[in-house]
Each structure stands twice: as structure tokens, then as C-alpha cells.
């Protein structure tokens, strides 16, 4: 039981810390705010969707890195279709996001 | 080259000569991948270097670090990747007092060939990461994990050092827009070669990820078959609120050297994620944990105590991949409390193996 009671503990001091900092926005707001400081290229549909793959794929354990070529992206995508488990479709989105 | 290959007598010679063939034919498969699938298959160098200074108790100690990532994709299903790590501790000869002197050491973190069959299944044979719950495979390396030390629980469903040496079936069962269900199940062999250890055990993760929500769910379990056999097993939850810049993690691990759990929180000081402004490169973290002492085990690296810690840690993401971080941890048990402090300097990099045309 105490470490139930502890994990309840641990859960409610991170809730509280979520609802003391927390400012919700959407996230095509959020998607908006990121392209903005991507050398102002527009985004096309296919962007925001491996944004948005990045996100829920890559984005759990890491930011995403700052600087990337198209000569990098294949070994880095197969790289993390056996980390992630990605489909081949959601790797080429997020390929085509990193290095358009 | 050619007689002493051809003389088994001759065990040094030949395993001489037997290395020199491994490494002609893995060049010769890497350029010949290279060539064929053209410019976009180039093999790429990345990883991390860092500087980490600590004190633990009193006791300061500081340990540059390096940890490179080689990946190697041939054609469309084939992979190699590798990730090594070579360390250095340089501490007082007298823990607290005392010149300083140092010592360094290499490990290979995983060296490993994958076949990705389709989405369901990939193939990985060689050195890998130990996929029990989420610590392990996914926060060990250097530029990702929040906090510099690894959680009380880390070495339970990891022996005997993190990497397997075998083989591991991997993918996704089942992939709906609303969810997934993933899953790895391995085996690993006992090897007992310095920076190459393995423990003999089997075992397997599976989890249950809601995208939409950011919502992850898994369990683990190891049956550890070497000297005395036991099971390890697991728990781990991830969520990410795709409206909120913030990371909470936790894993839950039991094993008969005892059980305990962390909880981790990490936030952008933004409202979004990926904020360039200085108040978005901020990030702060914090961790609590608890472990509970069982059936005392000689090397499964386990308190011998009950254990409490909680970390309080500060991040800066820096322009060009360089990362600046800090953290205060409390260490509360019966053997003594303590404080534990890091600072760190991380720089991530990456770049293609070879030089070539940019495109």
C-alpha cells in the first residue's frame, strides 16, 4: 500500500505542476508557431502531417534535431523504423518533414 | 593471408587473417550498398559528446564522454547500426581530497543487423538493447535523457550489462489511426568477454500507444537463465498532451532483488513544443522514485536498502544541437541521506560517413 500511496502522491504534485504552468494551445497552432521559425517556407499538407507523425513517432523521446540533409535521412529514417516501429508511409512523411 | 587463413593451427594468425575477411567483405558490402542505392543510402556517423561534472556526496568527479552512432542502411530493408561509448572518470585519488587522476574505459552499447520485413516484423541479430519497459532502449543516450543518472530501477530486467547478444523479433501487431499495439520479444546468450557481456536470458515488451492522446501503456518481462534464474518484470507509461509542452513518464520494475518505480516530469517553459524563443529552450524536470530492498543478490547493482531520491534538474537547448543542463538530487535511505548534483554540456551530432555531393 505505501507505494500506492506514494505513486498517488508523485501523480497529484505533477498534475497540480501541469495545472500551475500549463497554457493549452492547439496544435495547429503549435504546428503554426514551429514553421514560423523554419526559414519561412510554406508548409504543404504533407508537412504538417509528418510534423504531426514526428511529433506523436520521435517527438516522445526526443527533440527534433536541428540540422539535417537529404543525404541523411534515409540511414537516419531506417534507423528509427526499428527503434519506433514505423510504417514505411509515416517514416517518408516525417523524411519529407526534416529534409523537404 | 591467404596460408594462414587456410591453417586453423594457427589460432592467432587465422583469427588475424578471419578479422581482416569480416572487415574487407563489411566495407565491401558498405560500398557497394552505397553505390547502388545512390546518394541518399550514404551511412551516417552521429551521437553525442558531453562533459559531466558531479558531486555525490561531498565526493566531486568529473566524466567526458563520447558516444558515437554509426547506421548503415542498405537498400530499403536492411540496416546496420551501431553505438559504442567511451568514458572517462577523473576523481580524486582519495575520494574527497587528494590529486585527481583518471581512468577510461570503452563498452559497445549494441552492434547490430536488422531486417525490416514489413511493419510487423524486423529481424535484429547481434549486440542490442535490452527491451524491457522504456528507460533502457529509448533514454540511455546521452543527448536524450532528461537527467544524467539512470533511475534506481534501470539494472532490473537489464542484466548483465543493458545489451543482449542474440536475437530479437520486433513490429507493430496491430495499427489503427486511434492506436497501436507494439511489441519485442528476444533471447540472449551468455557472453562473458570484457565490454561485451550479456546475460543468457529471454523476455519481451509489449505496449499499447494512443497517438491522439499521446498516451502509452506497456509491460516487460526477462526470465534471467543464468546461475540462479528469476523473473524481472515491468511497467511503463508515457503521456505527452499534445496541447502542452510536457513529457511525464514513470516505470514500475520487480525483481527478487526488489521492486520500486519512477515518475518524471518534463516541461517546456512555452506554450508549444519546438519554441526557438530563449523562455522556450528551457526546460524543467522533475523525478521522484522509491525502491524496496529485496532478497539481497551479489551484482544485480540493486540498493541493499530501502531507497528514496527525488531530482530537481534545469535544461537549456542551446543553437547547433548543444544542450546545457543541470540537476540537485536528495538521496534518502537508511545506509545514509545525501545530496547528489550534475552539470553537463551535451552536443549532439551528425553527419554523412563520407563526404559526397549535397543536395
Known sequence: MKIVRNLAFGVLFLTGTVALFARPQSLSTSAQSHSSSKSGAARTADNREGERKFQENCGRCHTEPQAISPRETKAVMQHMRVRASLSAEDAELI?????? | MNSNCSSRGKDAAWKECMMKRLLGILFAVLWMAWNAGAQ????????????VGTNNQGVPFFQPVLSPV???????????????????VIFRENGKSGPYQGQFAASLDYLQVDYIANPHLTVTAGRFLTPFDMYNERFTALWIRNLQDPPIIYTIGTRTSASSNGGMLRGVVLSRPNFNLNYAAYFSVSQTTENLQAGRAVGGRVGF???????????SYQR???GTNYNASGMYFSWQPPQVPLDVRAEYAHSPGGQGYWLEGAMHFAGSRGSTSWI??????????QFFAGTFQPQNLLPSVDTNRFDLGLNYYLPHDVRINGSYGRKYSSLGNGNIWNVQITYRFLFPAWPGEHK
Open chain 2, 209 to 219: 500507444f494512443v497517438p491522439h492522446q499521446g498516451v502509452e501503456l506497456g509491460v
Open chain 2, 224 to 226: 534471467f537463465l543464468q
Open chain 1, 95 to 100: 523524411r519529407r518533414f526534416l529534409a523537404p
Open chain 2, 40 to 51: 541518399e543510402n550514404v551511412p551516417v556517423l552521429s551521437g553525442a559528446a558531453a562533459f
Open chain 2, 70 to 88: 554509426l547506421v548503415a542502411p542498405i537498400g530499403d530493408h536492411w540496416v546496420i547500426e551501431s553505438r559504442g561509448l567511451i568514458q572517462g
Open chain 2, 280 to 289: 522556450g529552450r528551457l526546460q524543467g524536470i522533475a523525478r521522484v522514485q
